[in-house]
Every structure is written in C-alpha cells, then in structure tokens.
Nanobody, 126 residues
Framework: QVQLVESGGGLVQAGGSLRLSCAVSGHTGLFDDYAAGWFRQAPVKEREFVAAISWTGSGTYYSDSVKGRFTISRDNAKDTVYLQMNSLQPEDTAVYYC?????????????????WGQGTQVTVSS
C-alpha cells in the first residue's frame, strides 16, 4: 500500500519561506514511475492544485498563484518530493497535500491522483 508522509509545515511570517517534504513508501516498482503533485485546501475552500512534477523530474507545472514563488522537485533516490515555498503570503495559508500517481502523464487535477498524504498545515501571518 502506497503511503505518503508530508512534513515541513508550520507558522511563518509573510515574506518568509518553508520547504515541504513528502516521503513515499510502499509503492510497487520504482518511484521514478510516479508523477507527483502538491495541492492545498484552505478553510471553506475546495482543494486546489499548487504544483506537479513529471516522473523524470524534467516537467514541472504550477498554478498561476504560486508561479515564480514555489518550486517543486524530487529526489528519486530518496523517494521524496519537495515543495520550496518562498515569499509566502497570508493567502497561502492552507493544509498542503502531497499526491502521487503511477503514470507517465503529469496531472494537475486532484482526480488524477489515487494516493494522498494526510496533509501538513502551513500558516502565514501578516
């Protein structure tokens, strides 16, 4: 059974940075075969796409709201996906979820991912 564990969330002031990690275990085959994404959900809002990375790591995709501030990356040797978040703003406050899918395509929609972590809270104070 595929398990994902996020870490790195916390409380930060506006303009600050955080780095989220997502450790993946229990997958069949190589982690290289999995596309990965980060999503977030703020209170009373729907879950929204943040960033995604292809199985090779060569393709990255971002929502317009985080483009230029966030960077997604992966270390296939460590079965881990990262989200570096810079210039954080109060509107970035949300629970951040990591998701993976064994596919050559890289999804930007939540329904395209079968495996999810439990989420990590990110709170940005003004």
């Amino acid at each position: 059974q595929v398990q994902l564990v996020e870490s790195g969330g916390g409380l930060v002031q506006a303009g600050g940075s955080l780095r989220l990690s997502c450790a993946v275990s229990g997958h069949t085959g190589l982690f290289d075969d999995y596309a990965a994404g980060w999503f977030r959900q703020a209170p009373v809002k729907e879950r929204e796409f943040v960033a995604a990375i292809s199985w090779t790591g060569s393709g990255t995709y971002y929502s317009d709201s985080v483009k230029g501030r966030f960077t997604i990356s992966r270390d296939n040797a460590k079965d881990t996906v990262y989200l570096q978040m810079n210039s954080l703003q109060p509107e970035d406050t949300a629970v951040y979820y990591c998701a993976v899918q064994p596919t050559l395509a890289t999804g930007t929609e939540a329904y395209e991912y079968d495996y999810w972590g439990q989420g990590t809270q990110v709170t940005v104070s003004s």
